[in-house]
């Protein structure tokens, strides 16, 4: 079991604990926020108690106005800028986030939390039920994007936050960006949706669905109940990771890395072993991932982004869903992004024209498809900065000493 720590005592560590790239309140290395309040969630049911784990990096200034929350991907979690505690690795956007990037930890305070349903600390469907002592599996309540960011407004109201500086986030993440404006545009003075859409589509939808039957086809994922078992689908959980990295990457992409080139050999071995850098490739993002992530997380994550449709949710006008906004917008896509393609960030930016929001929109060139956004990308690095200074200029927040 984690060693759970009232959120009480994590808020008074906020200073000098999560000063450190490394604040450790339990198993991952995260502080946890614990809220006995019941959530009402989009589905009708309510959860409580639920926990957010959370990371934070830099200082909050004694106005509380420099605080940007970063909102993750699918796959990610709350370990933006430190070392995984699982894999060892670096953080997923190191490249953004810390000390003199874009996102300068010695300048704001930045909070990352592991969404609910997630499997890192946030209550999720491998989180033990108290009403049966067994983990929630299929009986964790479907939750939605609308419901991930209403537990944040939690920890951000814990943190005694009124007002965001900014919500940045990518993909999944965009989403949650675009869903706090819409549910408490209020409470965030700047917006960076990054290589997202404000509903997901058809083919999107689509591809998720084939994951999840690869997840329930594996036997061992036992009716979602393998956790009781001691099982675990990962050859479906695998398979479905890899269908959807496939996803993230462009054609233009895979070619220029892999092309045909054939993986630790000289000649075909008219088999089916991985014969092609590009199999073998895919067979270690899958085996990879099963390490680190929920087999149920991930379908209740998935079916959260199948069910976004900001649209639909104001009366089939998505200007309704940012009326009378005064959140300052930067909305960024990529030319090789075929999962979440520029026209779905025109559609944003169109909408926010709509109610006369202030909004700027990049379209990046990039051949690395819709994971551009976790990559080396300059032409990224210097809109985000450019975007964040002109906003903390207009917040009051100082540029750091050497830059002025």
């Known amino acids: 079991m984690s060693k759970i720590v009232k959120v009480d005592e994590a808020a008074r560590k906020v200073q000098d604990a999560t000063s450190s790239d490394h604040a450790s309140c339990d198993r991952v290395g995260s502080l946890v926020a614990r809220f006995d309040s019941p959530l009402e969630l989009d589905c ?12 934070t990096y830099g200082t909050l200034n004694a106005a509380k106005s420099n605080a940007i929350l970063v ?44 969404v609910l349903g997630g499997c890192l600390g946030s209550t999720g469907p491998a989180s033990i039920d108290a009403a049966t002592g067994q983990p929630f599996g299929l009986n964790f309540p479907v939750i939605t994007i609308g419901d991930m960011v209403d537990a944040q407004t939690r920890l951000i109201d814990r943190l005694g936050i009124d007002q965001l500086f900014s919500v940045i986030g990518g993909s999944m993440g965009g989403m949650q960006v675009l869903e706090w404006v819409a549910r408490h545009g209020n409470r965030v003075f700047s917006a960076v949706p990054i290589a997202t859409a404000a509903w997901h589509s058809a083919q999107n939808i689509a591809f998720h669905e084939l994951g999840r039957q690869a997840v329930m086809a594996d036997p061992n994922w036992r009716g979602g109940r ?20 496939i996803t993230y990457l462009s054609e233009d992409a895979l070619q220029d890395k892999f092309g045909r080139s054939l993986q630790a050999r000289t000649a075909k071995t008219f088999s089916f ?14 085996s990879t991932f099963v390490d680190r992530f929920d087999a149920n997380s991930y379908l209740y994550i998935t079916r959260a982004l199948d069910y976004f449709d900001l649209k639909s949710e104001h009366g089939g006008i998505l200007a309704n869903a940012f009326k009378g906004t005064k959140t300052r917008f930067c909305v960024v896509s990529f030319t090789s992004d075929w999962l979440y393609p520029t026209r779905e ?32 990308e300059p032409e990224l690095f210097a809109t985000i900065s450019g975007f964040i200074n002109s906003a903390a200029e207009r917040r009051g927040i100082a540029l750091p000493a050497e830059r002025h």
Not at 273 to 286: K, M, N, P
Not at 351 to 356: E, H, K, R
């Open 226 to 245: 393998y956790l009781e078992a001691g099982t675990s689908p990962r050859n479906g959980l695998a398979v479905a990771r890899m269908a959807a990295h």
């Open 44 to 55: 009708g049911k309510s959860l409580a108690p639920f926990d957010i784990a959370y990371q």
């Open 273 to 286: 072993d991985a014969d092609f850098q590009v199999e073998s490739y895919l067979r270690h993002q899958g």
């Open 71 to 114: 909102c993750h991907a699918l796959t990610a979690d709350q370990h933006v800028a430190n070392d995984h505690p699982i894999t060892g690795k670096p953080g997923w956007w190191t490249t953004l986030v810390g000390p003199g990037r874009p996102i300068d930890t010695n300048r704001f305070f930045v909070i990352c939390s592991n």
């Open 345 to 376: 960030s025109r559609a944003i930016v169109q909408a926010l024209n709509a109610v006369a929001a202030n909004v700027s929109f990049v379209e990046i060139e990039s051949s690395k498809g819709h994971d551009a956004f976790l990559l080396e």
